[in-house]
């Protein structure tokens, strides 16, 4: 539920050359654990989906997960085991051949075949459907045909993926990309298969999706209320914990983690208001996970006030994040040191220098670049819990750099902010947000600090140089050397610092006394592993 990829809004969408993907590190991960499904069900409070086909889908993350099985899964430590994909090779990371474990149905009986695939992600790429997860293909040869930037597209299928046989796929990327493997991953929804009967019947099959994972569906989804899925028997991987799940639709999540300390719902994402009160609240039921996300300050570098460098980070170093994290989110985040977090694969840490709150330094650096005149202002979404962030640090700077004027303006709401954003309306520092739909520093490097990335708007910062390291990073040989390359293009940009890196997110869920097992990771909290006691 809490994933978002740029910005921070109410659940949104979106996003190691592991040649030897077969190597000692990737287990097969698929092995029946013996048994059947575990008694009981519980409850998770989820917000209202607006599509549950998987390529549509923005919010429905939680059913979606469970409703479907992804290729391959990552591990906290970046190791990848196979789930619905046996393997996933290639000798020049773009030539990449996908086999499937055979003998795998769809909730309706039907085969999971390489054809499953090959549909699903046509449908999802082919501009005219206008599905969210349409951006996740184009790293595949063919995407830009489906895509052109005027007219109808000439054909509806991806040049780029061939049906060899019923179990194996063929992908042909535009270019290298050693991450690939790591974009199959649950939260890339834009992957999973779809049987025949989602194109025969596409309305209804977007309320009652038939899916390949642990659970299926047994009654559609009812607006404003949810369903209840139930463990799928035939289900070839590890069999699910509990018997059921139900689903309730939740507009506002204050009001689900109220009810998850009165027990009326079992286990509920904890929303940032809440963090600062969470550990007294829920003791050991509080669970969290460092995300691959990145809280920060976006910068108007199109303002010539914002030229030089050294101002840039005197802003950085005047903030105390360790204080404001303790203060508001009872230390529940952790102080970014670096553009990308440790849970992305390789990522290295404590390399922001000026991400560290020296005062003294700050003010010298100030000026030196000639110091601040005029007002400052913060400017992030009212209506989402950050106000307190923001008249912190906006306290801080006032107060650290001697600048009379800085203020924390909210707008009214998130549509306003975002209309602002885009429109290039803010004129000071906003609040920025990026969270990867995958465990990878491509994915956070490339979305914030490239011209094509999703949250460019965020940083307003592209550069040549950075643009090599990354490609070069795409097309290495082996996880080593690509993390390296990767690690380097973050050292380059720290140079520019065009953005404020404030602090690494976490996924936080709270949980009734009913449930057992509850475990967050890199897709999240795994639903699947959750039991109920007694």
């Known amino acids: 539920m809490p994933r978002s990829p740029m910005f921070t809004a109410p659940a949104s969408l979106s996003l190691a050359l592991v040649l030897a993907l077969a190597c000692a590190g990737c287990s097969g991960g698929t092995k029946d654990s013996g048994g059947s499904a575990g008694t009981g069900g519980f409850s998770v409070a989820v917000a209202e989906p607006d599509h549950l086909t998987p390529g549509r889908s923005t919010v429905g993350w939680d059913q979606l997960r469970v409703l479907f099985a992804p290729l391959v899964k990552v591990d906290a430590k970046g190791g990848i085991s196979y789930v619905q994909a046996k393997s996933v090779t290639s000798t020049d990371a773009r030539h990449w051949t996908i086999k499937l474990r055979s003998g795998w149905k769809f909730h309706n009986g039907e085969a999971v075949t390489a054809q499953s695939y090959a549909d699903a992600w ?25 895509n052109p930037a005027k007219g109808k597209p000439k054909t509806k299928t991806l ?78 991987g590890p069999k699910p914990k509990s018997s059921e799940i139900t689903f309730k639709s939740y507009a506002d999540l204050n009001t689900a983690y109220t009810d998850v300390q009165a027990g009326n719902i079992d286990l509920a994402y904890v929303p940032v208001s809440k963090y600062g009160q969470a550990k007294a609240d829920f003791g050991d039921r509080l669970h969290t ?57 390789g990522a290295e840490t404590d390399i922001c220098d000026a991400c560290a709150f020296d005062p003294a330094a700050a003010k010298k650096l100030l000026k030196e670049a000639g110091g601040w005149s005029g007002k400052l202002t913060i400017t992030y979404p009212g209506g989402l819990g ?28 998130w ?35 490239t011209k094509a990335g999703g949250c460019q708007v965020c940083s307003h910062y592209s550069d040549g140089d950075v643009d090599k390291l990354l490609q070069k990073a795409d097309s290495a040989a082996d996880t080593t050397a690509a ?38 990771g890199p897709a999240d909290v795994e639903l699947s592993r959750i039991s109920v006691v007694g």
Do not use: C
């Open 122 to 146: 046509n449908a999802t790429a082919y501009a005219p459907n206008g599905w969210a997860g349409n951006g996740q293909l184009t790293g595949i040869e063919g995407y830009a045909a489906l």
């Open 159 to 236: 040049s780029g993926v061939k049906v060899v046989d019923a179990t194996t796929l063929d992908v042909t990327l535009t270019s290298p990309d050693s991450q690939f493997p790591l974009q199959l991953t649950p939260s890339q929804l834009g992957f999973y298969p779809m049987p025949k009967a989602a194109f025969k019947d596409p309305k209804g099959y977007d309320k009652k999706p038939i899916g390949n994972g642990p659970f299926r569906m047994t009654s559609a989804w009812k607006a404003d209320e949810g369903t209840t899925v139930s463990a799928y028997a035939a289900y070839r």
């Open 289 to 345: 996970y460092d995300a691959p996300s990145l809280e920060f300050m976006g910068l108007p570098l199109q303002d010539r006030k914002f030229d030089d460098v050294r101002l840039r980070k005197a802003l950085s170093m005047a903030i105390d994040r360790s204080a404001v994290n303790k203060a508001i989110y009872g230390g529940l985040y952790t102080s970014a040191t670096s553009l990308t977090p440790s849970s992305e694969v």
């Open 386 to 413: 950050l106000d307190e962030l923001y008249k912190a640090v906006a306290n801080q700077l006032r107060q650290n750099l001697d600048i009379p004027d800085v203020r924390a303006q909210p707008t009214a709401d």
């Open 415 to 449: 549509a306003e902010f975002s209309e602002k954003a885009f429109g290039g309306k803010i004129t000071g520092l906003n609040h920025a947000h990026w969270g990867a739909l995958y465990p990878s520093m491509q994915a956070t490097l490339r979305g914030i600090f």
């Open 483 to 520: 993390a390296k390359l990767y690690n380097e293009a973050q050292k380059r940009i720290l140079q520019d610092f065009p953005v404020i890196p404030l602090f690494y997110g976490s996924y936080i869920y709270a949980s009734t006394p009913k449930v057992t097992g509850v475990t967050v």
